[in-house]
């Protein structure tokens, strides 16, 4: 019995020994200041004759176009220190290396060669060029991305008219990681109607093989500055650069999907007057399809309701029935007025992105079907009537606008 | 059979859990491609319903037949139905049957784990514990199992919660709709995957003998096949949500892609597919350990060898079926022909054994 208890123990000790030197440590772990944690990625078209063509690989075929691609990796180790008085020394939390070649895995092989190699992915945003998107098509580009398995499906997508890479080089506010701040920006949506919904790379797989038009945020760096500033279009059948929104055309088009989370709409009630400040609280659209003897026309009826929050008016009382009467009025003209201007600026692109395809498929599949082969052609041809309909339900705080 | 001796039976929940177990194995990570593949419409989860009503009355009939011998294992009653020799062979079949279901999830679990968690540990090393730890709860019995049962079950119900409601972040209603746009046809069509889907209620046969009230058997029924049901509906429904059904095709794991795309900012961890993961991983060491058992049983009552035995036996033959296939398409293949051998073979068997059986109960009076 004793004998027994004592073998026992022994068994126990050899156990627990062989459990403690298996559970010290993940046998694949590796030092998180030795591990490069790439958080952001741009690609970029090399212009022929530019200055980064002695960065050419060697024995590439000069007709084909060469992509760029410029990783963002953030240094863990100077995270913490980058709060130190010295600011002319402090460390930079982050690093960018660039890399070109033919694919976007033959980068990052070649990336091997010049770095210690990158553990996995931990991407928070992707900014590919409007340059490279007319030669690429989005899933060329994307399908490294989309396959590996290091790589989440997580990260924002961003296009850029200018620089891919520039937007990866500045942050507004200084000390910020560029691909971290720019995802953040995002996030701003609930205040400004300029933001289009953003598109993470799981978001982006179902326009991708539905062959279906989509915009992405376009980064604008200007003056070491970054903006998101406008829209990029990704043309449905070839997943290729379609054309560019500006800041007014992403507000109307975000009426047509009724997408509008926030934001401000500028109105004039009355001629020579100062204009005043609709801030938005709700919004909804319903686009309906028509069909009139075989001829389509589609009727969008937006509704919002918001608040008065602004307005540089001599005394008044905001209140008062027959000026919110007038003030929404107006509003509703100006709302009419971006969503045309945007549906004009598609039939213009051929393209389309506001969902007057998705529904016309929900309400009428079987015109959709017949017309979805040259859908972005036919777009052009088809009438579109906007209404708006504006409730102001709130003045804010104050009642009288201040003198 | 001498560790069964000991008088333990199992509750209605442990063989519900059992149940619910043995059916969603590997299967669900990646069912929302399979019958987006075969469908090509949105409105697949129309035929989920529809083969989960067929696998309700399969296993209704599962409970009659099994209730007709209240004591013994399908391995013991088969014998006795369809005489001594065709009944031994038809066992072995099913041994086989279990081993290769059993290699298959070793292998899918594998798979994953090697992809998406543990890159570069070693096959051997994932697959040792693996069985090691499965051939030591099998020893126990199938009331250990039960158990076991009991506590991973519920956790893995609670994580495939999770991960539907974060699959609402992505969720596009558009990608879904309109209902039933092709027709019927495409529907009708799907059954021929969504059939093969159901793998592993098979289990009833064999765990009913084992129940502390065996009356309460088409309860199990009921709730098994409602909440599997329940679940492969909504991984198909929140997977095509995400990605739309051209997209689900595209993505090898679609229900570990709907984790995956997804940043939850707001909660202490922002990525949760490792401890969905591991979660996942102890659903199917379930499933593989109730086929491993049930092959095991079929070795030793056929055989009539001591079930630990038997469980030695057997130990290496899941470990090489599991490295047969080459790739993961052939892996997947092997997963479409269990299912289509449970769905021809089993729901087959259990109508003509139960007919052979009230025909003989009605002869002998």
């Known amino acids: 019995m004793d004998d027994g208890g004592k073998r026992k123990g022994w068994v126990c000790l050899f156990v627990i020994a062989g459990m403690a030197g298996l559970l010290t440590g993940c046998w694949s772990g590796a030092a998180i200041e030795d591990r490069n944690l790439d958080i952001g990625v741009a690609f970029d078209l090399v212009e022929p004759g530019g200055d980064e063509v002695k960065q050419k690989p060697i024995g590439s075929t000069p007709e084909k176009p060469i992509i760029q691609r410029t990783v963002q990796f953030a240094l863990p180790q100077s995270g913490g220190s980058s709060g130190g008085s010295e600011s002319s020394g402090a460390p930079k939390t982050y690093f960018n290396l660039e890399q070109t070649g033919e694919s976007i895995l033959e980068i990052i092989r070649e990336v091997n060669l010049r770095a210690n190699s990158s553990a996995g992915f931990h991407l928070k945003s992707i900014i590919i060029s409007s340059k490279l998107l007319e030669k690429f098509p989005m899933h060329d580009l994307l399908d490294f991305l989309l396959a590996d398995n290091d790589v989440r499906l997580s990260p924002q997508v961003f296009i850029s008219t200018g620089k891919a890479a520039d937007a990866l080089r500045t942050t507004t506010v200084p000390d910020q990681i560029p691909a971290i701040s720019l995802r953040d920006i995002l996030k701003n949506r609930n205040k400004t109607a300029r933001l289009v919904k953003p598109m993470t790379l799981a978001k982006i797989i179902g326009p991708l093989r539905n062959e279906s038009s989509f915009v992405l945020p376009n980064v604008l760096t200007a003056n070491k500055q970054v903006k998101i500033a406008g829209a990029g279009i990704i043309k449905g059948g070839s997943q290729t650069y379609g054309g560019y929104l500006t800041e007014k055309e992403v507000e109307g088009l975000q009426w047509l999907r009724g997408e509008v989370k926030g934001g401000i709409v500028k109105c004039k009630p009355s001629p020579g007057n100062q204009p005043i400040q609709y801030e938005v609280l709700s919004a909804n659209s319903k686009i309906k399809a028509m069909l009139r003897k075989g001829k389509l026309s589609f009727r969008v009826s937006i509704t919002t309701s918001g608040r008065l929050s602004e307005s540089y008016r001599s005394v008044q009382d905001k209140g008062n029935p027959g000026l919110v009467h007038e003030i929404e009025k107006e509003t509703a003209k100006e709302i009419q007025a971006l969503a045309q201007g945007t549906v004009d600026r598609m039939h213009h692109l051929h393209v389309e992105v506001a969902g007057f395809g998705n529904a016309l498929r929900l309400q009428n599949t079987k015109k959709w079907r017949e017309v979805k082969p040259q859908w972005d052609e036919e777009f052009g041809n088809i009438p579109i009537r906007i209404e708006a309909k504006v409730r102001l339900v709130d003045q804010g705080a104050s009642t009288m606008s201040a003198e | ?365």
């Not at chain 2, 294992?73 to 290769?100: D, N, P």
């Not at chain 2, 039960?146 to 699959?167: E, N, R, S, Y």
């Not at chain 2, 709709?177 to 495409?186: I, N, Q």
């Not at chain 2, 997977?239 to 900012?265: C, H, M, N, Q």
């Open chain 2, 1 to 365: 059979m001498e560790l069964d001796k000991k008088n333990e039976r199992l509750t209605t929940g442990q063989a519900l859990f059992l149940f619910i177990g043995s059916m969603m194995g590997s299967e669900l990570m990646t069912l929302p491609r399979e019958v987006a593949q075969t469908g090509k419409v949105p409105d697949v989860w129309i035929s989920i319903i529809i083969s989960g009503l067929f696998y309700a009355f399969i296993s209704w009939i599962m409970v009659k037949l099994a209730e007709c011998y209240p004591q013994q294992t399908f391995y013991e009653f088969i014998q006795r139905l369809i005489g001594s020799w065709a009944g031994k062979a038809i066992g072995l079949l099913l041994v086989i049957y279990f081993l290769v279901f059993a290699g298959f999830e070793l292998r899918s679990v594998n798979e994953v784990t090697s992809f998406l968690l543990l890159e570069g540990t070693p096959t051997w090393a994932i697959s040792s514990v693996f069985l090691w730890l499965s051939l030591y709860m099998c020893a126990g019995g199938l009331f250990a199992i039960g158990k076991m049962c009991q506590v991973v079950v519920p956790i893995f119900l609670c994580a495939l919660t999770v991960i539907c409601l974060i699959g609402l972040f992505l969720f596009d209603s558009n990608y879904l709709r309109p209902v039933l746009s092709e027709g019927a046809m495409p529907v009708i069509r799907t059954l021929r995957t969504t059939l093969f889907s159901f793998s592993g209620h098979e289990c009833l046969l064999f765990i009913l003998y084992q129940m502390e009230k065996p009356r309460e058997g088409r309860k199990v029924v009921g709730y098994g096949i409602g909440i599997t049901l329940f679940f492969y509906v909504a991984s198909v429904i929140v997977s095509i949500g995400a990605f739309s059904v051209k997209g689900v095709v595209t993505r090898t794991w679609p229900f570990v892609d709907v984790i995956r795309g997804v940043e939850l900012s707001f909660l202490f961890l922002e990525r949760l597919e490792s401890l969905l993961l591991s979660i996942w991983i102890m659903q199917v060491f379930i499933t593989f350990s109730i086929c491993y058992y049930l092959a095991a049983l079929g070795v030793s009552k056929v055989l009539r060898l001591p079930i630990a035995a038997a469980l030695f036996i057997l130990l290496p033959l899941v470990f090489l079926l599991s490295l047969l296939p080459k790739g993961i398409s052939d892996l997947f293949a092997v997963g479409q022909l269990l299912g289509l051998v449970s769905f021809l073979f089993f729901s087959i068997a259990s109508v003509l054994l139960l007919l052979i059986a009230k025909a003989r109960s009605w002869r002998h009076g």
